[in-house]
């Protein structure tokens, strides 16, 4: 499990290098500022999380089963934020209107936070029981 959380991480990383180059070099021309600003929004977070899925992935206190829930919380948290953002800011840029899918963004963003939420109680859990020991 850590080689698929750090290769996601690493992977994720990378796309997000890609898409912020992407949006500063070929969508500065055809999106407007506050649609580029919204589209580097979905770039940071996303390399947030990939580093987020490393440092999770090296970690060696956590178990394999905390370590798979925080992993497709981040998955999906990803997919979903970080996706419909990308299609919600290049919406004028297709046919498709993307606004009907502008639902799924918070969905997503909840995900992110229960991945943080899960590691934050297994560390607070691991220091009470150091203390109580």
């Given at each position: ?82 996706g419909s953002i990308y299609l ?46």
């Open positions: 499990m850590d080689k698929k959380i750090i290769s996601t991480g690493a992977m994720f990383g990378m796309l997000a290098i890609i898409l912020g180059a992407f949006g500063a070099h070929a969508l500065k021309k055809v999106l407007s500022l506050e649609q580029l600003s919204t589209f580097e929004t979905g770039v940071r977070y996303q390399m947030y999380q990939a580093l987020f899925l490393l440092f999770v992935g090296l970690m060696t206190d956590l178990s394999q089963k905390t370590k798979k829930t925080i992993y497709y919380l981040v998955l999906f948290g990803v997919i979903l934020f970080s919600l800011a290049t919406n004028t840029l297709t046919s498709f209107d993307f606004k009907v899918i502008g639902f799924v963004t918070p969905i997503g963003g909840l995900l992110l936070i229960l991945a943080w939420g899960v590691l934050l109680f297994h560390i607070l859990k691991k220091k009470q029981q150091n203390l109580d020991n």
